[in-house]
């Protein structure tokens, strides 16, 4: 009888334990299914409310037949007008800008035998040559040294030159390709020539420069004044700081200054001065003003300069003006 009973509160327990297991488990799986439809709805929603404010943030446009062909006419239109001959040579013209130019470089032994030759051919030169015939000079030089060059190519390095037939091949390609880049590379450079052009661009009816009058009361006869005319001379009294009104004051000067001059002074013969508002040209270091009167003394006067200075002269002294701004006379004997 205990056994009996035993073995029913047993299995009373045991059917308890596994209906309490069964209804945790359906309990969990229900609220999981749950949870994936809550989120798969959610899900949807915020995909329709994405979608709907795209569409109403970018409206689909639609356009008619005529629309468009009217836009496939003006894409039509723009494409014909462009400018393809224009745009075909700036490419042309960027390709061959970009290409880099190649440049022949020379042995520092061939560079020392051409600037020694080069060097002593210039001494040839005349002392006052001029910027065009020392471009000249280079120029048949150039010429004369490629045909030289060529010549020991043909024959072979047989001739007695100079320079090697592996040199003379360099310079074959130097001069042909850039003959100034090679005179530079030697340390020969040439400036290039200033030419100064005069032009006559002044109003019908003015007077020439040339023709001016000297400011101030006029000159007498013994004063010999000439305009636009710088005479040397050994300086008596130096002009910087002996200012006069006018030429003829300068003039006067002077002749005062030779009348009491002393027997073993120089006596003025030569004036000269400057009348010009902007001042007066000179090689010197000087700021030559208005006003600056030289009394000087010459045996023999000479001319500096008359009337215009030399076009070889400015191109030295870029600063110097085309007319003679100085006023001069002599004014006797020594």
Known sequence: ???????????????????GCSYKKTTLIVCSINIVVALYVLRS??????????????PTVEYTPDQIR???????????????????????????????????ELSEPLKLKITNEIIDKLKTLPPNANVTEQRDF??????????????????????????LLEE???LVKALESDRTLLLEDIGLWIPSEVVNKEHDDKPEGEVDELDEVLPG?????????????????????????????SAADCCQACLVQAKRAKPNEKKCNVWVYCPAEMGCHSPDIYEHRLGECWLKYAETPKLNFKDKYPESYRNAHPSAPI????????VGAA
């Open 168 to 170: 003379a091949v360099m």
């Open 323 to 330: 007319i003679v701004p100085w006023a001069s006379g002599i």
């Open 138 to 163: 280079a120029e048949r030089w150039c010429n004369k040294k490629l045909e030289e060059a060529k010549q020991l190519i043909r024959e072979r390095g047989t001739s007695n030159s100079t320079i």
């Open 70 to 104: 009217k836009m496939e006419e003006s894409v039509r239109i723009r494409k014909s007008a462009e400018p393809v001959e224009l745009i075909r040579l700036v490419k042309k013209l960027k390709k061959e800008l970009s290409t880099e130019v190649s440049v022949v």
């Open 1 to 19: 009888m205990a056994r009996g009973g035993e073995w029913g509160i047993n299995k009373a327990a045991r059917g308890k334990w596994v209906w």
């Open 45 to 58: 929603l915020y995909a329709s409310l994405y979608i709907y404010s795209d569409r109403e943030s970018h």
């Open 217 to 245: 009361r006029p000159l007498p006869p013994e004063c010999h004044a000439e305009l636009h005319t710088d005479y040397d001379g050994a300086a008596v009294r130096w002009g910087l700081n002996h200012h006069k009104e």
